[in-house]
């Protein structure tokens, strides 16, 4: 019993340090940990949560309740249907949240040049230009500073990719969609996110 406790207080201790040096900067100096952070730094990093969040739901929910087990739909009318709202859907759903929040320090959307939904598609010359260059170099982000309404803003552009059955299939066979080839793993479109930087 006693070297158990000595062991969680050691692990305890452990975990404590390495918060504290992951939070001033992996043990950088104080003057690093309070100059903060760069807007792509703080773009990338939000960028990552999104994507991995966006990817688990539709791989390990809708892909396999919809197309694997076959016990649900998905559906752009979730709520009426008693289905799963799509993965776009969700990810609108919380980045409206956010929009919300006062003091978020910034705001982020799922576009695509060829939208489903025309309110997904790019509005701004920093979207038009970030979407066609991740679709033309891939694995590469786009990155600019742009004006708008009086206010400059980091944007950052990310791509979205096809990373389940589930999202080929319901792009290829919607009625208003564009484009109707996607293959697994193809660029459907991008994650846009902008920082104030005034």
Not at 77 to 104: N, Y
Request: hydrophobic share 40%.
């Amino acid at each position: 019993m006693k070297k158990k406790a000595i062991l969680y207080t050691a692990l305890l201790g452990g975990a404590l340090i390495s918060s504290t040096l992951f939070l001033s900067g992996c043990g950088g100096s104080a003057e690093a940990s309070t100059s903060g952070i760069s807007p792509q730094k703080m773009a990338d990093g939000l960028h990552l949560v999104m994507k991995s969040d966006r990817t688990i739901y539709t791989r390990n929910v809708v892909n396999r309740l919809v197309k694997q087990d076959k016990v649900i739909k998905a559906s752009e009318h979730w709520a009426d249907d008693k289905a799963l709202p799509l993965p776009a859907q969700m990810f609108r759903m919380g980045a409206e949240m956010v929009a919300k929040e006062p003091d978020a320090g910034f705001s982020y959307s799922l576009q695509s040049i060829w939208p489903i939904n025309q309110q997904n598609a790019p509005k701004t010359e920093a979207e038009k230009i970030g979407l066609q260059y991740v679709i033309d170099n891939p694995g590469q982000n786009y990155y600019a500073e742009e004006e708008l309404g009086g206010v400059n803003y980091f944007t950052g552009v990310y791509a979205d990719t096809g990373v389940a059955a589930a999202c080929i299939d319901c792009h290829n066979e919607h009625k208003d969609s564009p484009k109707t080839d996607f293959k697994l793993g193809d660029v459907m479109g991008g994650v846009v996110i902008r920082i104030p930087i005034d």
